[in-house]
């Protein structure tokens, strides 16, 4: 038997800690008095527990970030998902010793360039780069949106509080 078995009720502690000839109707309401605060503490204490239990066994992984947004607001169909943001694939720029000639232009100067077909390759900056998005998204089902217990400050609280800290940047979406 550990602590966290422990029976406060009438039936439990009390009546069985108590001599059998002092076992009478007052003295065990008496004694259940007693021991009610501790039972009231004892309940707050294991629900506190298992919370903490709930949080530490969640990490930022995708897959424990689904299941977290799921276990609030979608138990049933489990429909919420995360995917990642859009990403531009970085092209390599050439040494001149190689002599493999890349034309590079900005994204914004594309079809308006002089040079020959086929267009330049883009070149992102950087703040081109930031903009194309999120680094993750989460997608919500229509279905979840119309429940009664859907906010989005709460989504965005929740995925906060369980997602990497290197992951800034993410958008919710539904489908």
Known sequence: MSVYDIDYSSSGLPNLLTPVRLRKPVQLAWLQALVSPVAYLKGLFTTNRTNNLYVLSHSGQVCYLQA????????????IYITDGPYVDPDFIYLADEDKPLYLD????IGSSVIPAPDPVPLYTSLEIYTLGAQFIVM???AVTA???????RLKAIIDKYRLVSKNNYTVQTF
């Open 68 to 79: 977290v947004l799921n276990d609030v607001f979608d138990p049933v169909a489990r429909g």
């Open 106 to 109: 900005l994204v914004s100067e």
């Open 140 to 142: 919500v089902p229509v």
């Open 147 to 153: 429940a009664t217990g859907y906010d989005i400050h």
